[in-house]
């Protein structure tokens, strides 16, 4: 966002503040301690609307999950798992799948999962084998090229997992054991695997474009400048991963950085007719430690620290990347990842169903050494079974609403501000209804938003204030704190310090259908099943306190005796 003028004033003095500027507002916010605090500071946000707008297809996550639903209890799928992706209805994600030698148990416990959330928020799907076998001079690419293609026929045409959008040939062209394997020398193999795989898929009648070349790192752009050369012909879209270990938060060189490097792939990509898809982002901060020698940490910030100040600032920065990627042109952006890994373990088949499924996940949810000797705590929420610890990351609260609001088919609002604390995106929606993202590393202030674009009713306000995130012991998202009602398409609001706010009209007032049948037996509550067709879930009370939030139409009761009630939430997160 480059600093502009308005109205006359300098990006100088409107940066001043200064007393009597027509643009200049006093406010106040509530403090943390409920007393009232003075907002000296204001900014102006314009919103503008260019006749040549691209579409947005939509923020999401990794989700590694999808291969590991045969670990899981039903109470941790149903609750967390299943119930978190319901809330944040993302409209695109990235899996491990498609691979090789993929057994018909994980692929119809992949079609499964794929049922319980892809097919019910509408998602798509960037799918790509975690590794690829170790490629040696007896390996035959055509044969490789049709198992593939022979089991992601069955998981689309048996199984109807239609959704299933992309397909990446490795992780970050990672082969075997060793990561970034095809640079090595061997970009002639991923030529031929790109072909290959073409011709199966276009044999089976599969719809699933080539996604490439799924690299990682500023260092790694070559790569993808070296797929427009040479495998243009059969890649459908650009994938690059960034991952941010060099900034703090509230580093302007975060957002200046990322985007640079974004608008310059978007454009080599445009100028062949291509789109650019951010397939993995994270940040990860400063110094972050590699493991004490035993086994690899591949953990957020949030995991190491948390409650820390740099937990919960990192928790925007995360959004802010976010911001960058979609303002640059990119196509979409993934997140690593929905739901932590578990905790590392041996992974050994057996003759138990435990111990199989065990193996089963090993081997297909990313590098077959990836749960034996490497942590892996990236998610919005924990996986610890050991204490029965699924609570959420700040994580879960700047990039939920950022998934949630700012999905596939919307088209991207250019902002523009001279405000250098300020980070903004903004889209519109089919349906007329818009989202804005305002991230504030400054002080408390308030901003004033100017909108080219017709807001039509009154914003609804989600807040994350690094200073006190919200919580919820459910991982419930947060509600909204309130609405601002715009006038002729401008709108002011307070914003805290060191914050991200969401103003959307993407909503709808609205009372779901009342829970019916709620009866409790043999140690569950039970309930019918709400046939309202913007049900998302359920929230269950016990003497008006609540216990659970699921999916499911059970849950085990909360002890004894007491009087239960059971509410639906909805995709707008309202509750009855």
Not at 189 to 204: K, M, N, T, W
Not at 351 to 357: G, L, N
């Amino acid at each position: 966002m480059k600093p502009i003028n308005f109205r006359g004033w300098t990006a100088v003095i409107a940066a001043m503040a200064m007393v009597g500027a027509r643009f200049v507002l006093a406010a106040t916010v509530t403090a943390p301690d409920g007393g009232a605090q003075a907002v000296a500071a204001s900014s102006e946000i314009a919103l503008t609307k260019p006749v040549f707008r691209w579409l947005w297809g939509g923020f999401g996550f990794h989700n590694s999950e999808s291969s590991m639903t045969g670990i899981m209890s039903d109470e941790f799928r149903d609750e967390r798992v299943y119930k978190t992706f319901r809330e944040i209805s993302p409209t695109y994600s990235r899996v491990f799948a498609g691979y090789y030698n993929w057994t018909k148990d994980a692929m119809d416990r992949f079609a499964d999962y794929y049922d319980a959330t892809f097919r019910k928020c509408k998602t798509n799907v960037y799918v790509v084998p975690g590794r690829m076998p170790v490629v040696t001079s007896d390996f035959d690419v055509d044969k490789y090229a049709e198992e593939v293609a022979k089991r992601l026929e069955y998981v689309v045409n048996e199984r109807d997992c239609v959704r299933l959008r992309y397909y990446a040939l490795s992780n970050e062209l990672s082969v075997g054991p060793t990561y970034c394997w095809f640079p090595q020398g061997h970009w002639d193999v991923y030529v031929e695997l790109s072909q290959a795989i073409q011709r199966a898929f276009a044999r089976h009648g599969l719809d699933i474009g080539l996604m490439g070349p799924d690299s990682s790192g500023y260092d790694r752009m070559k790569d993808v400048y070296w797929a427009l050369t040479n495998v243009n012909e059969q890649t459908e879209v650009y994938c690059w991963h960034l991952y941010d270990r060099e900034h703090r938060p509230g580093d302007p060189e975060t957002y200046e950085r990322l985007y640079t490097a974004v608008t310059d792939l978007v454009s080599r990509c445009s100028r062949r007719e291509k789109r650019l898809s951010v397939g993995e982002f994270g940040f990860t901060g400063r110094n972050a430690p590699w493991g004490a020698g035993v086994m690899r940490d591949d953990s957020h910030v949030g995991f190491r620290d948390p409650g820390s100040v740099a937990a919960n600032e990192a928790a925007i920065s995360r959004a802010e990347m976010g911001l960058a990627i979609m303002n640059g042109g990119a196509m979409h952006g993934i997140t690593w990842t929905m739901v932590d890994y578990p905790d590392p373990f041996l992974r050994e088949n057996g003759d138990t169903p435990d111990e199989k499924a065990i193996y089963d996940v090993g081997r297909f949810s990313g590098a077959p050494h990836t749960l034996d000797i490497r942590y892996n705590k990236n998610g919005l929420f924990r996986w610890c079974e050991e204490e029965h610890d699924y609570s959420a990351y700040p994580d879960l609260y700047t990039m939920g609403y950022l998934a949630k609001l700012f999905r596939k088919g919307a088209r991207v609002l250019p902002s523009e501000t001279a405000d250098a604390d300020l980070r903004v995106g903004a889209v519109t929606n089919p349906d007329g209804s818009c989202s804005i993202a305002v991230v504030n590393w400054g002080p408390a202030k308030t901003i004033r938003v100017r909108s080219a674009h017709r807001l039509g009713k009154p914003l609804r306000v989600y807040e994350y204030d690094s200073a006190n995130p919200p919580h919820n012991d459910f991982n419930d998202l947060q509600p909204p704190k309130g609405l601002v009602t715009p006038k002729d398409d401008v709108f002011e609001a307070a914003v805290p310090a060191r914050s991200l706010t969401f103003f959307t009209t993407d909503y709808t007032d609205r009372k779901p259908s009342p829970v019916t049948g709620v009866a409790v037996k043999d140690g569950r509550v039970t309930w019918t099943a709400c046939a309202d067709a913007d049900h998302v879930y359920y929230r269950v009370f016990k003497d008006g306190r609540q216990i659970r939030s699921t999916v499911a139409t059970s849950c085990l009761a909360d002890g004894t005796g007491g009087c239960y009630d059971v509410k639906s939430v909805d995709r707008w997160g309202n509750v009855r």
